[in-house]
């Protein structure tokens, strides 16, 4: 009896201990609060996608965060990545799989493999409405994952090669780039209703719609890449009333960030290497600072991500897209701030306050 | 990603499409062997500053897969290997890419404007009678002018084309191995005092299913390679006869036909590759041979067709897939000569051109083709001690493209300068020292493939300085030779790929800057203890330091650059004992990067690897030789690769049957 006690007494021991590893309040040890985990592309089949782990309390660097919590590499061509509730999404493009991770503690919950019998699915980006999730697949569809389950329960068929959603007015807006078959790329938008989860229609936009986003007034936003020479890279804006082109806009856009009522247009110019960054009002529809952030520091613009908490604008440099990049941070004004070495290709942030 | 996968696509394609000497010592040679390297239109030299060779006895000890396989035992070479029996295989000799490497079989070379790349692995080792490597200078003067502008030049003599003064001469080959691989390889060549004929064909397949291991994060993940199945062949006829008797006239006909699996890299949690590639080229070469009084002339002709067949059933488009075709030509014709002036100096000369072709099937804006004449002039004399050699080269190159923009038209003149001693002091210590300056033309694929290639394309330009110094401090039963050499290149105007258009869409830019230093070592033992027992011992190490001068301001300014290991090394015991005898071989490299910027992440593990065989003969009889062999390649299955995640198989074993009537 006396064994008994013992034996239970130290498997609470063990048992607290272990519980205790892997309690929120020893996250906060592991680190997993007010910091960064950056997504870290890499190259095409060199299987070098990354996490970058940036603990902002003490500016240390974690390059390789994915493979310390799991033991494993990530994959081929980290996408996209997205927190919902308690889980991170991560969409690896190649390796055809969806990382769902812990949001507390970065390890795995489940790798949902995007195969399609013997095809990649080829994930790309993902969204979320109430329970489900959207993940676009370059097959032409736009797969639904139950967040509870984290199953997939329905594809849902749209254009060519979608690329980034949106949700507005109880719609999901997916680009339908057409990328695969280029030079005759698509360019539409689908439209899906969020009830029935059935395509609406496709409201035509310009060739090679890429990154969608929806502004506070509910309208969408689309930037057509055109052909990479004649047809520049443009946005349009989309009337979520009446689900037509609303207007069509002059300047060069490669990608939207949200900020407050208005958005910061990032332009990376691939045959001089030059970048910009305007500010643009969503209410008055126009470019309010043409050069809003002086990105003479920044080698090859990949990417902006706007955290509202400290109003501070967080700049990816692909470094030429061979060398691993960097994560430049300007204040909420565009006055640059430091630098953090990430990894290869950086393409997105997600935040820990 | 579509395009990314467009450039993989054009990649893959590039590697499909269709790299220095250790044993100079060759008195293990039988007779009959080195009559059959002592080709009669052509002068060979022996200096080992300036080239690596290999005979067909030593090609039949180690028996490797293909051309590729034996040059990776060749000093200041570095060999891509993707894995796999007929796998894309290249050489970069000292710091230069793989397209500074011409490949001349027979006195002919072996074309490829499409890629620049000739895939080493399609070039197989049964009907050759000796390889050599030339990095500087000369081993011959007959070659086409302009196999002697390139960086390093690749000779191979075959059985099949050459005069010889037996009756009747039969090759056959047999081997079976790991992996599926059947291989034969038939060659009967009939001779007579006025001339020869011979035909020989080849066959080869293999499912190349191989387990392999690689490390994911902490795991070991162990797999077997799928979508690596070959089948290849080939067969023609050779030629040539007397027309007088210092006359000759020979004609080579060759056709190959690949049908293979195309299974990329290794790509972590999707296993599934479809990618197919089908190739055949048909080749008809003329050659023409004379001397007259103290002139030797070479007149020759020679057509050279490739088809290309691409396939990705599991591409996304709306076509269900992707089917690429390519269809390429290429005429060359040309005369070269030399003369001896007196007992001190040769006189030589040549001038050749060109036509290449290029269709692509699926492009609207390119059907290019080239016109490539090139001359060169130059000569060598000896003083009393020294031999001096000088070279120059002028080349013309034209470009057009029916469907679109053209690339520029080149004119360039390019100089090329030798000296070495003469006497050969004690020991036969021999100095060599050389200058060359070249250049590589861009591809068709460069200039201009959808989307990727770049009208706008300069030559890549490369200056090479080397100098190297040979002897043989011990010549009796015992004997020893040592070659090492040092050597400084630098490339401009490398052609690199970069994304131009978005991440995805790369795109060829003239902004590469190499500065390579390097040492190779090689030494030579053989000891001959009576006529039954010998002794080879063959080891040579290279350093390469490989570093990308660039840009300054980029961060992998010096950096050693991707896929140069700075440390090689290749070893080899045999021990013959009567007709029967063992090998060890081994090959090491140190690590290296998958990228130019040196950070642990890029890091490609070094490795070792031995290899073991056992041959036995049986003794030849009225000119039969019977010989069976078994190797192990790989004994301590070690997890390699030469590109990333293109695994490599671990242990393998080879039996291999020879017959040859000499």
């Known amino acids: 009896m006396r064994y008994i006690k013992l034996f239970i007494i130290v498997f609470l021991a063990v048992s607290c201990k272990k519980h205790k590893v892997e309690t929120p309040d020893s996250t906060a040890i592991s680190g997993l609060k007010n910091g960064m985990l950056v997504l870290c592309e890499g190259l095409f089949q060199q299987n070098n996608a990354t996490l970058s782990w940036i603990d902002l309390s003490n500016n240390t660097i974690d390059n390789d965060f994915f493979t310390t919590k799991n033991s494993r590499n990530l994959g081929d061509t980290g996408n996209d990545i997205a927190q919902y509730g308690s889980k991170i999404y991560i969409v690896v493009n190649v390796s055809s799989t969806l990382e769902v991770l812990d949001k507390n503690t970065g390890k795995s919950i489940k790798q949902i493999s995007m195969l399609n019998g013997n095809t990649s699915k080829q994930p790309r980006y993902i969204t979320f409405n109430g329970s489900n999730a959207f993940v676009t697949c370059y097959d032409g569809y736009v797969d639904v994952l139950d967040t509870a389950s984290l199953t997939i329960t329905q594809r849902i068929k749209v254009g060519d090669n979608p690329e980034q959603m949106a949700i507005s007015n109880n719609k999901l807006y997916v680009a339908n780039s057409g990328g695969l078959n280029s030079p005759n790329v698509d360019s539409t938008v689908s439209v899906i209703g969020l009830s029935n989860l059935q395509e609406l229609y496709k409201i035509t936009v310009g060739k090679n719609p890429g990154s969608v986003k929806v502004d506070n007034q509910g309208d969408i936003y689309v930037i057509t890449r055109g052909n990479y020479s004649t047809i520049p890279s443009r946005m349009v804006r989309i009337n979520t009333q009446t689900d037509q082109v609303a207007q069509n806009f002059s300047f060069d856009a490669s990608g939207i960030e949200k900020m407050g009522n208005k958005f910061l247009i990032n332009f990376y110019n691939y045959s001089n290497s030059t970048s910009n960054i305007a500010l643009f009002n969503t209410e008055n529809e126009a470019i309010e600072i043409n050069n809003f952030i002086s990105t003479s520091n920044i080698t090859t613009l990949y990417g902006v991500v706007y955290r509202s908490s400290n109003n501070k604008i967080y700049c990816l440099d692909a470094m030429s897209f061979t060398n691993t990049g960097y994560v430049r941070v300007f204040s909420g004004s565009g006055i640059y701030e430091t630098s953090y070495h990430v990894g290869l290709n950086p393409n997105n942030i997600l935040f820990y306050e | ?662």
């Open chain 2, 1 to 662: 990603m579509f395009n990314k996968l467009i450039v993989c696509g054009l990649i893959v394609i590039a590697f499909h499409w269709k790299v220095l000497s250790q044993d100079t010592i060759k008195p293990l040679a039988t007779v009959s062997e080195l009559e059959q390297v002592t080709i009669t239109h052509i002068v060979k030299s022996t200096n080992d500053n300036i080239s690596q060779d290999f005979t067909r006895l030593e090609i039949l000890k180690y028996q490797p897969q293909d051309v590729g396989a034996i040059l990776q035992k060749l000093s200041g070479s570095t060999l891509k290997s993707y894995g796999g029996l007929g796998g894309m295989k290249t050489i970069s000799v000292r710091g230069l890419g793989a397209q500074h490497t011409n490949v001349v079989i027979d006195g002919f070379l072996v074309n490829n404007t499409q890629s620049g790349q000739i895939n080493l692995a399609n070039i197989q080792t049964d009907n050759i009678n000796s390889i050599s490597l030339n990095t500087g200078g000369r081993s011959n003067y007959l070659l086409p002018a302009s196999a002697y502008v390139s960086g390093s030049i690749l000779t191979i003599l075959t059985f099949e084309n050459s005069f010889d003064t037996n009756r009747l001469q039969v090759r056959f080959n047999s081997k079976y191995g790991s992996f599926g691989e059947i291989d034969n390889y038939l060659a009967i060549k009939k001779n007579h005092p006025k001339f020869f004929i011979s035909a020989f064909g080849k066959y080869r397949q293999a499912n190349g299913k191989y387990p392999y291991s690689y490390l994911n994060g902490n795991n070991i993940v162990s797999g077997i390679r799928s979508n690596n199945d070959l089948k290849d062949w080939y067969s023609g006829f050779n030629f040539g006869f007397y027309l007088s008797k210092k006359t000759t006239f020979r004609v080579i006909y060759k056709n190959f036909g690949a049908n293979q699996g195309l299974p990329g890299s290794v790509i972590l949690y999707n296993p599934f590759t479809d990618q197919r590639l089908i190739s055949a080229s048909n080749s008809l070469n003329f050659n023409f041979n004379s001397k007259i009084r103290l002139l030797n002339i070479r007149i020759f002709s020679g057509y050279q067709d490739d088809k290309t067949h691409y396939i990705d059933p599991t591409f996304l488009n709306n076509s269900g897939g992707i089917s690429m075709r390519y269809y390429s030509q290429t005429i060359h014709s040309g005369i070269s000569a030399y003369r001896r002036l007196g007992i001190h100096s040769i006189l030589f000369g040549g001038i050749d051109t060109k036509f290449s072709q290029l269709e692509f099937i699926d492009s609207k804006n390119a059907e290019p083709n080239r016109n490539h004449t090139t001359f060169i002039i130059g000569g060598n004399t000896n003083f009393s001690k020294l031999k001096a050699e000088f070279q120059i080269s002028g080349q013309f190159i034209q470009e057009n493209n029916n469907l679109g923009e053209r690339a520029s038209n080149v004119s360039r003149y390019n100089p090329f300068l030798l000296i070495e001693n003469q006497e050969f002091w004690k020991w036969n210590v021999k100095f060599t020292g050389w200058y060359k300056n070249s250049f590589r033309i861009p591809t068709f694929n460069e200039l201009y493939y959808n989307g990727i290639g770049n009208v706008k394309l300069k030559p890549e330009d490369a200056n090479q300085y080397s100098f190297g110094v040979n002897f043989q401090p011990i010549d009796k039963m015992l004997k020893l030779k040592i070659t090492t050499n040092s050597y400084f290149s630098y490339v401009k105007n490398q052609i690199l790929a970069i994304p131009t258009k978005n991440l995805f869409v790369w795109s060829m830019q003239n902004i590469g800057e190499v500065h390579t230093r390097g040492l190779e070592i090689r030494m030579d033992i053989q000891y001959k203890l009576n006529r039954n027992f010998s002794l080879e011992m063959n080891g040579n190490y290279t350093f390469q330091q490989s570093l990308d001068y660039s840009d300054k301001f980029s961060p992998t300014y010096k950096n050693q650059v991707a896929y140069i290991p700075k440390h090689t090394g290749n070893g080899s015991l045999t021990v013959n004992y009567k007709n029967s005898g063992m090998i060890f071989s081994s090959y090491c490299s140190s690590m290296k990067y998958a990228m130019n910027e040196n950070i642990s992440s890029n890091i490609i593990d070094g490795f070792a690897l031995f290899d073991f065989g056992i041959y036995s003969k049986v003794k030849q009889v009225n000119n039969h030789e019977f010989r069976i062999q078994f190797n192990i390649k790989n004994c301590f299955n070690s997890s390699y690769a030469f590109v990333k995640y293109y695994v490599m198989p671990g242990r393998s074993f080879l039996i291999s049957l020879n017959y040859a009537l000499h």
